[in-house]
C-alpha cells in the first residue's frame, strides 16, 4: 500500500510494504480494508493478529477455511443485487432524490463531479480536488462514491462511502444507503449501530481533506437512507456519529505500528493460503498475539479458530471482556475454579472472595434444594 501525497499520509517504508507482501504471498493481490473491517478492527485494537493480517491484506476467509475453520461472513447475492438497486434510486436523477430526503426540495444545478483517476493514489486526489472545488463553488454537491484514505497502525487505508453530500456553507455530510428497512421510522438497533461506526471511520477520512480545505466543516452527523417499512421508497434519517467517531479515533491510535508486529515474526513466517500447507499457515497464524472476544464473531473471519484455541487454552477471553475485567489476575477458567474451591489465589483479592462466596452461596442453594426433594 501506498500514500497519495495530496492525501497528506505518509509513505510507509518500502521495506514494510515488501515485508507485507512477503508475508501475503507475492502473488497475491491484496485484500483492501473497508470501512466495515475498520469499524471492527478499532474495536478490539489489541488483537495484533487482525492488525498484520488486515494491515498485509490478507484474505482471512481464505485463511479461515485453509485452517478448517471457516467463518460464515458475506451477503447473499440477492442482498447485493437489491442493496445496488436501491443504492441507484437514491442516487437517481443527479442525487435530487437524496437531496430531497436531507430537506432541499429545490437544490438548483446539483453539480456530480467526475471523480475517476488512476489508481487509488490518483482517485484520493481527485475527490480531494473534487471537495474543494464544490466548498469554492458554493452550491450543491454529490460526490458519489469518492474515494479518502486514513492512516491506520502507520500505514495508508482506502475508504470509499456510498456518497459526499456537500452543502452551499461548505458543510460536507456523509451519506450512508442501507439495505435494511426503516419500518415506522425506526430500524433494527444493531444495524443502525454498525453503520454508525462504519459512518465515524468516514468522518475521520473526511475530516483529513476539510483540516486542508478553507471554509469545510465535517458535520458530525450522518444521513443514513433506507427503504420505508418494506418498500422501496427511500427514506431517511440523521445519525449522531460523534461518540462513535471519538472511540473509533482513540482505538485506532491504539494499534501497533504493523511494522512492529511483523518485525517480531519468526523467520519465514508466511500467510500465502495458495502456496503454504494447513500446518504452516496454522504455525503461522499461532506465531502472532491475538485478543480473542465473544463479539470478534461476529466481526472476523478468523474468529471460529481464535476461539477454538482460547478454549484449548481455557482462557477467560471466551466468557467475555466484561468477565475477564472481573476476574483480575485470574486468567484461565482452571484457576478461577480452583479459586473458588480454596485451592488457590489470595484470599483477599476481592476477585477470589467473590468467586469463593458465589461457590458457598450455590451449595447452599443446592443443599436447601435436595432437602426439600427429600421432604416431599
Not at 477455511?65 to 447473499?76: H, M, V, W
Not at 419500518?183 to 475530516?207: M, P, T
Not at 463479539?295 to 477471553?317: D, N
Request: proline share 7%.
Amino acid at each position: 500500500m501506498s500514500a497519495s501525497l495530496d492525501s497528506g499520509l505518509p509513505r510507509p517504508p518500502r521495506t514494510t510494504r515488501r515485508q507485507l507482501a512477503e508475508l501475503r504471498g507475492p502473488a497475491t493481490p491484496p485484500r483492501p480494508l473497508d470501512a466495515r473491517a475498520l469499524a471492527a478492527l478499532a474495536a478490539n485494537p489489541g488483537c495484533r493478529r487482525r492488525a498484520l493480517l488486515d494491515g498485509a491484506g490478507v484474505d482471512k476467509s481464505a485463511l479461515a477455511a485453509k485452517l478448517g475453520s471457516p467463518a460464515p461472513f458475506g451477503q447473499s447475492q440477492f442482498a447485493i443485487v437489491r442493496g445496488n438497486s436501491f443504492e441507484a434510486k437514491v442516487k437517481a436523477d443527479g442525487g435530487r432524490e437524496l437531496l430531497r430526503l436531507i430537506g432541499v426540495e429545490e437544490p438548483g444545478a446539483v453539480s456530480v463531479p467526475d471523480l475517476a483517476a488512476a489508481g487509488p493514489e490518483g482517485r484520493v486526489a481527485r475527490t480531494a480536488l473534487a471537495l474543494r472545488e464544490a466548498t469554492d463553488a458554493g452550491a450543491w454537491s454529490l460526490l458519489d462514491h469518492p474515494l479518502l484514505a486514513l492512516e491506520v497502525a502507520g500505514s495508508p487505508v482506502y475508504l470509499e462511502p456510498d456518497a459526499v453530500v456537500v452543502r452551499p456553507d461548505g458543510g460536507w455530510t456523509v451519506v450512508e444507503i442501507k439495505s435494511f428497512p426503516m419500518v415506522d421510522g425506526a430500524a433494527d438497533a444493531s444495524k443502525v449501530g454498525a453503520a454508525a461506526r462504519q459512518a465515524a471511520v468516514y468522518v475521520l477520512a473526511l475530516e483529513r481533506v476539510a483540516a486542508r480545505t478553507e471554509g469545510a466543516r465535517v458535520a458530525q452527523s450522518v444521513l443514513l437512507v433506507c427503504p420505508k417499512d418494506f418498500s422501496n421508497v427511500p427514506t431517511a434519517s440523521v445519525v449522531d456519529v460523534r461518540k462513535q467517531r471519538s472511540v473509533t479515533r482513540r482505538q485506532l491510535a491504539r494499534l501497533t505500528r504493523i511494522d512492529e508486529i511483523a518485525r517480531a515474526l519468526p523467520e519465514g513466517t508466511s500467510f500465502d493460503v495458495a502456496e503454504r500447507s494447513a500446518e504452516e499457515l496454522t504455525a503461522a497464524v499461532e506465531s502472532v498475539p491475538h485478543q480473542y472476544a465473544p463479539e470478534c464473531l461476529a466481526a472476523c473471519e478468523l474468529a471460529f479458530h481464535c476461539r477454538s484455541r482460547s478454549r484449548e487454552t481455557g482462557a477467560v477471553e471466551t466468557l467475555g471482556r466484561s468477565v475477564r475485567g472481573e476476574l483480575g489476575g485470574l486468567t484461565t477458567v482452571g484457576a478461577v475454579l480452583a479459586a473458588a474451591r480454596g485451592e488457590e489465589g489470595d484470599p483477599q483479592d476481592p476477585a477470589v472472595a467473590a468467586l469463593r462466596r458465589a461457590r458457598a452461596l450455590r451449595q447452599e442453594a443446592l443443599a436447601a434444594g435436595s432437602g426439600g426433594v427429600a421432604c416431599r
